[in-house]
C-alpha cells in the first residue's frame, strides 16, 4: 500500500520561508509523478505544484511562480516544496499527490492523482 506523510508546517510570518517534505513509502518514487496541492477550509483543493518522474520538468499555479519551488530526491523517496516569500493567501493544508500513470504530460487536476498524504497546515501571519 502506498503511503504519503507530509511535513514542515507550521506557523512563519509574510515573507518568510518553509519547505514542506513527502515521504513516500509503499512504492518506488521514481515511478509516480507527484504535485502539491492546498486547500482552505471551503474551499475547493488546488493545485500548486508538480514534477516529473525524474525531476527535469516542472510546472508552478502562476501565484507561486518564482517563489516556490518543487524537487525531488528519488533514492530517498522523498519529495519537498520549498516555500519562499510567503503571503498570507499562501495559508492552506498542503497535500502530497502521486500519480502512477504512465501517460505524458504533468496533471493539475485532483482527481488524476491516486496517491495522496494526510496534509500539512501552512499558516502565513500578516
Known amino acids: 500500500q502506498v503511503q504519503l506523510v507530509e511535513s514542515g508546517g507550521g506557523l512563519v510570518q509574510a515573507g518568510g520561508s518553509l519547505r514542506l517534505s513527502c515521504a513516500v513509502s509503499?512504492?518506488?518514487?521514481?515511478?509516480?509523478?507527484m504535485a502539491w496541492f492546498r486547500q482552505e477550509p471551503g474551499k475547493e483543493r488546488e493545485f500548486v505544484a508538480a514534477?516529473?518522474?525524474?525531476?527535469?520538468?516542472?510546472y508552478y499555479r502562476d501565484s507561486v511562480k518564482g517563489r516556490f519551488t518543487i524537487s525531488r530526491d528519488n533514492a530517498e523517496n522523498t519529495v519537498y516544496l520549498q516555500m519562499n516569500s510567503l503571503k498570507p493567501e499562501d495559508t492552506a493544508v498542503y497535500y502530497c499527490a502521486a500519480d502512477p500513470s504512465r501517460t505524458a504530460g504533468l496533471r493539475t487536476r485532483p482527481r488524476e492523482y491516486d496517491y495522496w498524504g494526510q496534509g500539512t497546515q501552512v499558516t502565513v501571519s500578516s
Open positions: 509503499g512504492r518506488t518514487l521514481s515511478s509516480c509523478k
Open positions: 514534477i516529473n518522474r525524474s525531476g527535469s520538468s516542472t
